[in-house]
């Protein structure tokens, strides 16, 4: 599932370093239906690998590779659904807590609290993210370059205060350089043959009507790090498309779209766009030459005519995408101070 509270990656195709990136997202509910009241959820690099609520009361791997986490703390997935377990049992309280400062005590709510990690393989640079939220909308958040608490609205003041006082910001330090950053390693480490792999997509040529902008959609690509753009004569547009949001697939791999107007061009030139999929740090581009014959509409009955991509020859070598460098963390929102997973000696 896709929670309120979305987890990020950064990427520099310049250097080509990865930022690996590790989100715990704890989430607590109120009157929410078929929802659960609590479910903590561990993503790394957008790949849930961990997961505990209220119904099963147990942590859980998400991913085969991650139970190798006992190689060096045979008891982690003791103590840690024991954590939480003893949040769940916090937790009501907590949403209860916020309801009543926000004089917001009818009706459903959701309170959320995100605390996570970013690794820079290349340097070695560790940037730690907590950020919480009730009902989607940001409360309360730790700025990691002046190490102090933001209060996104007047009410999260008295919260920031009491933050301060309990030293809180030195507590998340520790957990962010010494527990966040050695379970990032080692997690990345369990899962490297998964989360250094590349596959390619499927590319498909929609249309909703003979009249409607041509959609190209790419699916069942890994990893989520890469981009889909229209070009023309080799040429990246920047006018008359519209990106859509790189989406997760059930089989942890990703799905993309991005949609090009050709009203105002004749179709003898339609073949001079081109659909171009590439992996962010790879020279490679696979490109999807924009045919009519190969465009499905809604009105056509039988299967979508897919392509795998290929990487480009001719075509390929024209392509010249813009912005070089991509440096975008998106970290994600969420419930209540806490170590979700420790170091061992």
Not at 94 to 116: D, P, S, V
Not at 272 to 280: A, E, G, I, N
Not at 281 to 301: A, C, H, M, P
Not at 318 to 339: D, H, M
Request: proline share 6%; charged share 25%.
């Amino acid at each position: 599932k896709r929670y309120l509270a979305l987890s990020g990656w950064v990427v520099s195709p310049c250097s080509h370093m990865v930022i690996h990136t590790l989100r715990i997202f704890e989430t607590s509910s109120s009157q929410v239906p078929n929802f659960p009241e609590y479910v903590v959820v561990g993503v790394l690099n957008d790949l849930e690998i961990l997961r505990c609520d209220g119904e099963t009361r147990r942590n859980k791997p998400k991913q085969e590779w991650m139970n190798r986490v006992t190689e060096d703390d045979p008891l982690f997935w003791i103590w840690t659904t024991q954590l939480c377990v003893n949040y769940l049992q916090r937790s009501k309280g907590n949403i209860e807590n916020i309801k009543q400062l926000l004089n917001q005590t009818e009706g459903a709510h959701i309170w959320q609290w995100m605390f996570g990690c970013d690794w820079d393989d290349e340097t070695d640079d560790i940037t730690g993210y907590v950020q919480c939220a009730f009902d989607g909308e940001d409360f309360i958040s730790l700025d990691p370059s002046t190490e102090s608490w933001v209060a996104a609205k007047s009410e999260a003041v008295f919260t920031k205060m009491r933050w301060e006082r309990s030293g809180q910001i030195q507590r998340y330090k520790h957990y962010i350089h010494k527990v966040c950053n050695v379970g990032l390693k080692n997690f990345v480490r369990y899962g490297e043959k998964t989360l250094r792999r590349t596959e390619l997509p499927l590319v498909s040529l929609l249309q909703k009507s003979s009249s409607s902008p041509v959609t190209c959609h790419a699916t069942g690509f890994y990893p989520d790090r890469a981009r889909l753009f229209w070009t023309k004569d080799g040429d990246e547009l920047l006018e008359d498309v519209d990106p859509g949001e790189i989406l997760p697939n059930e089989d942890a791999t990703f799905q993309t779209s991005v949609t090009l107007d050709l009203s105002s061009v004749p179709s003898k030139d339609w073949d001079r766009y081109h659909c171009v999929f590439q992996v962010s740090g790879d020279k490679k581009k696979y490109v999807t030459r924009l045919d009519q014959s190969k465009i499905r509409t809604n009105g056509e009955s039988g299967p979508t005519l897919s392509f795998r991509a290929e990487p480009s020859q001719n075509l390929g070598a024209k392509v010249r995408p813009l912005g070089a460098c991509i440096q975008a963390p998106t970290p994600g929102l969420g419930g209540a101070p806490a170590a979700p997973y420790r170091t061992t000696s």
